[in-house]
C-alpha cells in the first residue's frame, strides 16, 4: 500500500516534472522570443534616438542673445545724463538687461518657483523632476498636471526650438540643455532666460523682465523690491492666467506661493516674507507700443534718418534697417532737448498762434523745426497740429520733412549770399522798377513787388532784403547767372532740379518740388555759423544692445560763405527783424536775424531766423493744397502768423538763457561811406539831395568796398516855371541849380512808376514856346532798357504808389509782360507821394507859383 502509494506519488511527479519541463521551454522560448523583441525594438528606437540627436541644431550663442529685442531711443537731460524717450519693438517687446542689475529677489523668485535644484542639477534635464512629474500625472488618470522643464530647458525651447510637442523636440531640448550647461554658467543662462520669457497679459506685450518692470509698475528691473519681484517671478507659468494684467486675485496667490517657496528654500527671511506678503503693489499697466511714446514727430524723424543711416553704414536694405531698429535691441542716442520740444508742442496746441478762415473746413497746419546751429543737432521738431480734419498718428505725415515753396525765404540763399560771393556788396544798387526779363528758351518774365505797383526805384541789396522786394532779387540773379545762384542753393542743402533753373523758382523761391522746414533751418544756420553749412542730425551714434558702436553720426561740414560774407548777410537780415518785413520775430533780450517768406498767393508762408544760440523756421499752410493762407479773409504772409509763432517759442526757450548780442566779427571786415543811390564813394552832391543826406556807412568785405565816386547824382540848371532843363529862352530870374539823380538805363515807362521819378533829371529843355511847366516823369525822353511799353496810353502811373502794408512779400510771379505801361495790377490814378503833395498827368502852376518862382521860394 505503501509502495503503491510511493508509485503513484513518484508517478505524479513524473508527470508533474514532465509538465513543468514543458512550461520551462514554452516559458523561455516565450521570453527569449519577447528578450529579442525588445533589443530588436530598442535597437530601432535607439537608432532613431541616434538620428534624432545627429539632425539637433548646434547650440547657437546668437540665439541666446539676439532674440527680438526692442531699441530705445534716448535723450540728453540737461544735467547731462541720459534717459529713455521711446521704446520701439515689433511683434515681441524685449529689452535685455544684464544680469548684475537683476535683483537677485528676482533671481532667486525664478529659481524658487520654476527649477528649485537649478544652481546643483548641471545635466540641463532633472531626473528627479521628471519621475515626479510622472508620478503626479499617473495619480492625476494620465493628464499632464505637473511640467518637468528645467529653467536650462525652458531656455532652449524659447530660443532654439519650435513649440511643438513631439518626441524629436523632447530629444533635441534634452541635449541642447546638456550641451548649454557644459558651455555656459549658471548666470549666463539664468541672464538669458530672464530676457527671454514671456511675461505679458491680454493688454501688455513684454517679454524679459525689463519690459515687463517697465510696464506692470512703471520702474527699471534694478529698483524692484521683493514682492513686486515674486509678482513678476509667478507670471512665467500661466501669463494668461498669474499676469496681474489677466486676474490680480489670481496673480496675488501665484505671488504668495512664490513667496512661500523662497522662504521654504532660505532665499529669504520670515520677516522679509510676512512684510512683502502685507505690502500693496501699485500697478501703472503702461502698454509700450508704437504708437505711445511721446514726442512723436522728434521720434518718428529719429527712426527715418536711423534707418537711412544703418543702410549706408551696413549695406543693408531698408527693410532690414527697420528690422533692426524694431527688432535689434538698438540704442539710439537722439539730440532732441526734452524741454525745448515741448515748448515748441505746447506753442502748437494754441489755436490763437494760428490763422483762421471760416470760409474754409480745413484748418491751416504748420511746422517747426529748431538747431543747434554750432553742432548742426535738431533741438525740437513738430510737423503739425492736431486738428478736427488732421489726426496725428505715428509713421505719418510731418511736415517739418515735407516740401512746400519757400517764397521769398529762399532769397538769402540763393540771391544775396551768392550776390555777396560774387563780388556785390550789401551797398550795390539795383533799380526796382518793373523789367521784363526774356531769356533763352523762356517765356518774358515780368516780376511785381507783393505791393503790386509799388515801386521803390534805385534800392541797395541791403534795402532790397530788409523790405523783401521782388524786381531787385530777379534783377540780382539775373546778374550773377542762374548756374552760380542755383550751385550756392545746393551748397546750402537745397533740392535744387533741373526745373528750377529759372529766374522765378530761384530769385523768388517758386521752387518745383521746393524744400523742407529741416533743410531751411539747417541753411540758415550755415549763416549763423560763419559761412560754414553743418548737415542737420537727430542723433548722435547708434549702438547695439552690448554697447558696440554701429553707426557714429558724425554732420558733414563745408563752407558755403566766407566768414566776412556771412557776417554781412547776417547785418542785412537783422535789419529784416529791426525794421522790415519780419518785426513781429523781434526778442526783448537776444539778436535776432531772419527772413519771411511767401509763396505765390499766400499759399505757404514762413520765418526764418536764428540768434546766438538757436536757429528755427516755421512753415504755415493748408496740407492738401496751396490755397491762400487768410485769417478771417485776410491773406497772411510771413512775417504775421510765422513770425509770431518763432517769436513765441524762440522767447521761451532762450529766457534762461543770458541775453547776448552777435559779437564774432571777423577780420577784414571794412566800413564805408557810400551814397544809397550810387553805392559809390558819396560827392557833395549826394549829401544836397532835395530828399537830404543821401549817405550811409555800409560795411564790407575788405576788398570789395567802392572806390569810384557817384556819378548818379547830378546838378543841373532848371526852369523853375517848367520843371525843364533851363536853356537860352529861359529868363535868368527863373534859373535855379538843383541836384538829380540819373538812373543809368531807366527808361522813361520805367520811371512813371519808380518812387523816385520825381527827382530824376529832366532831359527836356525850354523851348521858349513853352507856357506850363511839364512833368518830369513823363517827359524823360527815350533810354535802352528792357521795360513795358507805353502802347499809345497816355494815361501813365505817377512815380510809386504808397503800399498800404510793406511788411509783406511774395513771389511775385508773371509769365508775359505787362501792357500799356501798367503794372500787373493795371492802371494807377492820382495818389499822393511821400511829400503830402498830389501828383497828375500835368501839374498846372498857377500865377501864385509864377510869382513864388520869381521870389526864389
Same mark, same amino acid.
Given at each position: 500500500?505503501? *509502495?503503491?502509494? !510511493?508509485?503513484?506519488?513518484?508517478?505524479?511527479?513524473?508527470?508533474?516534472?514532465?509538465?513543468?519541463?514543458?512550461?520551462?521551454?514554452?516559458?523561455?522560448?516565450?521570453?527569449?522570443?519577447?528578450?529579442?523583441?525588445?533589443?530588436?525594438?530598442?535597437?530601432?528606437?535607439?537608432?532613431?534616438?541616434?538620428?534624432?540627436?545627429?539632425?539637433?541644431?548646434?547650440? %547657437?550663442?546668437?540665439?541666446? @542673445?539676439?532674440?527680438?529685442?526692442?531699441?530705445?531711443?534716448?535723450?540728453?537731460?540737461?544735467?547731462?545724463?541720459?534717459? +529713455?524717450?521711446?521704446?520701439?519693438?515689433?511683434?515681441?517687446?524685449?529689452?535685455?538687461?544684464?544680469?548684475?542689475?537683476?535683483? &537677485?529677489?528676482?533671481?532667486?523668485?525664478?529659481?524658487?518657483?520654476?527649477?528649485?535644484?537649478?544652481?546643483?542639477?548641471?545635466?540641463?534635464?532633472?531626473?528627479?523632476?521628471?519621475?515626479?512629474?510622472?508620478?503626479?500625472?499617473?495619480?492625476?488618470?494620465?493628464?499632464?498636471?505637473?511640467?518637468?522643464?528645467?529653467?536650462?530647458?525652458?531656455?532652449?525651447?524659447?530660443?532654439?526650438?519650435?513649440?511643438?510637442?513631439?518626441?524629436?523636440?523632447?530629444?533635441?531640448?534634452?541635449?541642447?540643455?546638456?550641451?548649454?550647461?557644459?558651455?555656459?554658467?549658471?548666470? !549666463?543662462?539664468?541672464?538669458?532666460?530672464?530676457?527671454?520669457?514671456?511675461?505679458?497679459?491680454?493688454?501688455?506685450?513684454?517679454?524679459?523682465?525689463?519690459?515687463?518692470?517697465?510696464?506692470?509698475?512703471?520702474?527699471?528691473?534694478?529698483?524692484?523690491?521683493?514682492?513686486?519681484?515674486?509678482?513678476?517671478?509667478?507670471?512665467?507659468?500661466?501669463?494668461?492666467?498669474?499676469?496681474?494684467?489677466?486676474?490680480?486675485?489670481?496673480?496675488?496667490?501665484?505671488?504668495?506661493?512664490?513667496?512661500?517657496?523662497?522662504?521654504?528654500?532660505?532665499?529669504?527671511?520670515?520677516?522679509?516674507? *510676512?512684510?512683502?506678503?502685507?505690502?500693496?503693489?501699485?500697478?501703472?499697466?503702461?502698454?509700450?507700443?508704437?504708437?505711445?511714446?511721446?514726442?512723436?514727430?522728434?521720434?518718428? +524723424?529719429?527712426?527715418?534718418?536711423?534707418?537711412?543711416?544703418?543702410?549706408?553704414?551696413?549695406?543693408?536694405?531698408?527693410? &532690414?534697417?527697420?528690422?533692426?531698429?524694431?527688432?535689434?535691441?538698438?540704442?539710439?542716442?537722439?539730440?532732441?532737448?526734452?524741454?525745448?520740444?515741448?515748448?515748441?508742442?505746447?506753442?502748437?496746441?494754441?489755436?490763437?498762434?494760428?490763422?483762421?478762415?471760416?470760409?474754409?473746413?480745413?484748418?491751416?497746419?504748420?511746422?517747426?523745426?529748431?538747431?543747434?546751429?554750432?553742432?548742426?543737432?535738431?533741438?525740437?521738431?513738430?510737423?503739425?497740429?492736431?486738428?478736427?480734419?488732421?489726426?496725428?498718428?505715428?509713421?505719418?505725415?510731418?511736415?517739418?520733412?515735407?516740401?512746400?515753396?519757400?517764397?521769398?525765404?529762399?532769397?538769402?540763399?540763393?540771391?544775396?549770399?551768392?550776390?555777396?560771393?560774387?563780388?556785390?556788396?550789401?551797398?550795390?544798387?539795383?533799380?526796382?522798377?518793373?523789367?521784363?526779363?526774356?531769356?533763352? $528758351?523762356?517765356?518774358?518774365?515780368?516780376?511785381?513787388?507783393?505791393?503790386?505797383?509799388?515801386?521803390?526805384?534805385?534800392?541797395?541789396?541791403? &534795402?532790397?532784403?530788409?523790405?523783401?522786394?521782388?524786381?531787385?532779387?530777379?534783377?540780382?540773379?539775373?546778374?550773377?547767372?542762374?548756374?552760380?545762384?542755383?550751385?550756392?542753393?545746393?551748397?546750402?542743402?537745397?533740392?535744387?532740379?533741373? *526745373?528750377?533753373?529759372?529766374?522765378?523758382?530761384?530769385?523768388?523761391?517758386?521752387?518745383? +518740388?521746393?524744400?523742407?522746414?529741416?533743410?531751411?533751418?539747417?541753411?540758415?544756420?550755415?549763416?549763423?555759423?560763419?559761412?560754414?553749412?553743418?548737415?542737420?542730425?537727430?542723433?548722435?551714434?547708434?549702438? #547695439?544692445?552690448?554697447?558696440?558702436?554701429?553707426?557714429?553720426?558724425?554732420?558733414?561740414?563745408?563752407?558755403?560763405?566766407?566768414?566776412?560774407?556771412?557776417?554781412?548777410?547776417?547785418?542785412?537780415?537783422?535789419?529784416?527783424? #529791426?525794421?522790415?518785413?519780419? @518785426?513781429?520775430?523781434?526778442?526783448?533780450?537776444?539778436?535776432?536775424?531772419?527772413?519771411?517768406? @511767401?509763396?505765390?498767393?499766400?499759399?505757404?508762408?514762413?520765418?526764418?531766423?536764428?540768434?546766438?544760440?538757436?536757429?528755427?523756421?516755421?512753415?504755415?499752410?493748408?496740407? %492738401?493744397?496751396?490755397?491762400?493762407?487768410?485769417?478771417?479773409?485776410?491773406?497772411?504772409?510771413?512775417? @504775421?502768423?510765422?513770425?509770431?509763432?518763432w517769436r513765441t517759442v524762440m522767447a521761451q526757450i532762450h529766457q534762461n538763457l543770458p541775453p547776448t548780442h552777435f559779437t564774432d566779427k571777423p577780420s577784414g571786415i571794412v566800413y564805408e561811406?557810400?551814397?544809397?543811390?550810387?553805392?559809390?564813394?558819396?560827392?557833395?552832391?549826394?549829401? !544836397?539831395?532835395?530828399?537830404?543826406?543821401?549817405?550811409?556807412?555800409?560795411?564790407?568785405?575788405?576788398?570789395?568796398?567802392?572806390?569810384?565816386?557817384?556819378?548818379?547824382?547830378?546838378?543841373?540848371?532848371?526852369?523853375?516855371?517848367?520843371?525843364?532843363?533851363?536853356?537860352?529862352?529861359?529868363?535868368?530870374?527863373?534859373?535855379?541849380?538843383?541836384?538829380?539823380?540819373?538812373?543809368?538805363?531807366?527808361?522813361?515807362?520805367?520811371?512813371?512808376?519808380?518812387?523816385?521819378?520825381?527827382?530824376?533829371?529832366?532831359?527836356?529843355?525850354?523851348?521858349?514856346?513853352?507856357?506850363?511847366? $511839364?512833368?518830369? +516823369?513823363?517827359?524823360?525822353?527815350?533810354?535802352?532798357?528792357?521795360?513795358?511799353?507805353?502802347? $499809345?496810353?497816355?494815361?501813365?502811373?505817377?512815380?510809386?504808389?504808397?503800399?498800404?502794408?510793406?511788411?509783406?512779400?511774395?513771389?511775385?510771379?508773371?509769365?508775359?509782360?505787362?501792357?500799356?505801361?501798367?503794372?500787373?495790377?493795371?492802371?494807377?490814378?492820382?495818389?499822393?507821394?511821400?511829400?503830402?503833395?498830389?501828383?497828375?498827368?500835368?501839374?498846372?502852376?498857377?500865377?501864385?507859383?509864377?510869382?513864388?518862382?520869381?521870389?526864389?521860394?
Amino acid at each position: 500500500m505503501e *509502495n503503491n502509494t !510511493q508509485l503513484r506519488r513518484s508517478d505524479r511527479n513524473k508527470k508533474k516534472k514532465s509538465k513543468q519541463s514543458a512550461f520551462k521551454k514554452v516559458f523561455n522560448v516565450v521570453l527569449w522570443g519577447v528578450i529579442i523583441l525588445l533589443l530588436a525594438g530598442v535597437g530601432a528606437v535607439g537608432g532613431k534616438v541616434l538620428a534624432i540627436i545627429k539632425n539637433t541644431p548646434p547650440l %547657437s550663442q546668437d540665439a541666446l @542673445t539676439k532674440m527680438k529685442q526692442s531699441s530705445i531711443v534716448y535723450v540728453k537731460n540737461s544735467d547731462g545724463s541720459w534717459s +529713455q524717450a521711446a521704446i520701439l519693438h515689433g511683434s515681441d517687446n524685449r529689452l535685455w538687461v544684464s544680469i548684475d542689475k537683476i535683483p &537677485e529677489n528676482l533671481q532667486n523668485a525664478v529659481v524658487a518657483i520654476e527649477d528649485q535644484r537649478f544652481y546643483k542639477n548641471n545635466l540641463g534635464i532633472d531626473p528627479k523632476r521628471i519621475i515626479g512629474a510622472l508620478l503626479v500625472d499617473i495619480k492625476a488618470g494620465g493628464k499632464p498636471v505637473e511640467g518637468a522643464s528645467t529653467i536650462t530647458q525652458q531656455l532652449v525651447k524659447n530660443t532654439m526650438l519650435t513649440d511643438e510637442k513631439t518626441l524629436t523636440r523632447k530629444i533635441q531640448e534634452a541635449v541642447l540643455a546638456w550641451q548649454l550647461e557644459q558651455k555656459y554658467t549658471k548666470k !549666463q543662462i539664468l541672464e538669458a532666460y530672464l530676457n527671454t520669457i514671456y511675461l505679458g497679459g491680454p493688454h501688455i506685450n513684454a517679454y524679459g523682465v525689463q519690459a515687463a518692470a517697465l510696464q506692470y509698475f512703471g520702474k527699471d528691473v534694478s529698483q524692484l523690491d521683493l514682492a513686486e519681484c515674486a509678482m513678476i517671478a509667478g507670471i512665467t507659468n500661466n501669463p494668461s492666467m498669474y499676469s496681474p494684467d489677466s486676474n490680480i486675485q489670481q496673480a496675488t496667490e501665484r505671488q504668495h506661493l512664490v513667496l512661500s517657496e523662497m522662504l521654504k528654500q532660505g532665499f529669504i527671511t520670515q520677516e522679509q516674507y *510676512n512684510a512683502a506678503i502685507n505690502e500693496k503693489l501699485h500697478f501703472v499697466f503702461k502698454n509700450l507700443n508704437l504708437s505711445t511714446y511721446s514726442h512723436g514727430y522728434f521720434i518718428d +524723424q529719429v527712426i527715418n534718418d536711423a534707418t537711412d543711416a544703418l543702410v549706408k553704414k551696413l549695406g543693408i536694405t531698408k527693410s &532690414e534697417a527697420l528690422n533692426e531698429i524694431y527688432n535689434g535691441g538698438l540704442r539710439i542716442y537722439s539730440t532732441m532737448d526734452p524741454n525745448i520740444q515741448t515748448i515748441m508742442e505746447n506753442a502748437f496746441k494754441n489755436p490763437k498762434l494760428f490763422p483762421v478762415d471760416p470760409t474754409t473746413k480745413e484748418a491751416v497746419q504748420g511746422a517747426m523745426v529748431v538747431i543747434d546751429w554750432k553742432t548742426g543737432e535738431i533741438k525740437g521738431i513738430v510737423g503739425g497740429r492736431n486738428t478736427n480734419d488732421f489726426k496725428y498718428v505715428t509713421r505719418g505725415i510731418s511736415f517739418a520733412d515735407s516740401k512746400r515753396q519757400p517764397g521769398s525765404s529762399i532769397k538769402p540763399l540763393t540771391v544775396y549770399g551768392p550776390a555777396l560771393q560774387s563780388g556785390l556788396t550789401a551797398a550795390t544798387v539795383v533799380d526796382d522798377v518793373p523789367t521784363t526779363f526774356t531769356l533763352p $528758351g523762356a517765356k518774358p518774365y515780368t516780376p511785381h513787388n507783393y505791393e503790386s505797383n509799388y515801386y521803390h526805384g534805385l534800392v541797395t541789396l541791403r &534795402e532790397a532784403i530788409t523790405d523783401s522786394l521782388n524786381v531787385p532779387a530777379v534783377q540780382v540773379v539775373n546778374k550773377i547767372g542762374i548756374n552760380v545762384s542755383a550751385s550756392y542753393g545746393k551748397k546750402f542743402g537745397l533740392d535744387i532740379t533741373k *526745373n528750377d533753373m529759372y529766374l522765378p523758382a530761384l530769385a523768388l523761391g517758386g521752387l518745383s +518740388q521746393g524744400i523742407t522746414p529741416i533743410q531751411e533751418a539747417a541753411a540758415y544756420g550755415a549763416i549763423a555759423n560763419k559761412g560754414m553749412y553743418i548737415s542737420p542730425i537727430t542723433f548722435t551714434k547708434i549702438t #547695439d544692445s552690448t554697447g558696440k558702436v554701429l553707426v557714429d553720426n558724425k554732420p558733414e561740414e563745408h563752407v558755403v560763405l566766407s566768414e566776412q560774407n556771412a557776417y554781412i548777410l547776417r547785418s542785412m537780415m537783422m535789419d529784416v527783424v #529791426d525794421h522790415g518785413t519780419g @518785426t513781429a520775430a523781434k526778442l526783448s533780450n537776444m539778436d535776432v536775424a531772419g527772413k519771411t517768406g @511767401t509763396s505765390e498767393n499766400s499759399g505757404n508762408i514762413w520765418f526764418s531766423g536764428f540768434t546766438p544760440y538757436y536757429v528755427g523756421t516755421v512753415w504755415m499752410g493748408y496740407p %492738401s493744397s496751396n490755397n491762400p493762407v487768410k485769417n478771417y479773409g485776410v491773406s497772411q504772409v510771413g512775417g @504775421t502768423f510765422p513770425a509770431q509763432m518763432w517769436r513765441t517759442v524762440m522767447a521761451q526757450i532762450h529766457q534762461n538763457l543770458p541775453p547776448t548780442h552777435f559779437t564774432d566779427k571777423p577780420s577784414g571786415i571794412v566800413y564805408e561811406t557810400v551814397c544809397k543811390d550810387s553805392g559809390e564813394l558819396p560827392t557833395d552832391l549826394c549829401r !544836397q539831395d532835395p530828399r537830404g543826406d543821401r549817405t550811409y556807412t555800409e560795411m564790407f568785405a575788405a576788398g570789395t568796398q567802392p572806390t569810384e565816386y557817384c556819378t548818379v547824382h547830378v546838378s543841373a540848371q532848371i526852369d523853375t516855371l517848367t520843371g525843364k532843363l533851363a536853356s537860352s529862352w529861359t529868363p535868368p530870374f527863373l534859373v535855379k541849380q538843383e541836384v538829380f539823380i540819373n538812373p543809368p538805363g531807366r527808361t522813361p515807362e520805367q520811371n512813371a512808376y519808380a518812387a523816385d521819378g520825381k527827382y530824376v533829371l529832366p532831359t527836356q529843355s525850354d523851348s521858349g514856346s513853352d507856357v506850363l511847366p $511839364g512833368n518830369n +516823369q513823363n517827359d524823360n525822353g527815350s533810354q535802352n532798357g528792357n521795360s513795358p511799353t507805353n502802347g $499809345g496810353d497816355t494815361t501813365a502811373p505817377t512815380n510809386g504808389t504808397e503800399p498800404g502794408n510793406t511788411n509783406t512779400e511774395s513771389t511775385g510771379q508773371s509769365s508775359t509782360s505787362s501792357n500799356g505801361g501798367q503794372s500787373s495790377s493795371g492802371t494807377n490814378s492820382t495818389n499822393t507821394n511821400s511829400s503830402g503833395q498830389g501828383n497828375s498827368t500835368t501839374n498846372q502852376k498857377g500865377i501864385g507859383n509864377i510869382i513864388n518862382s520869381i521870389l526864389g521860394h
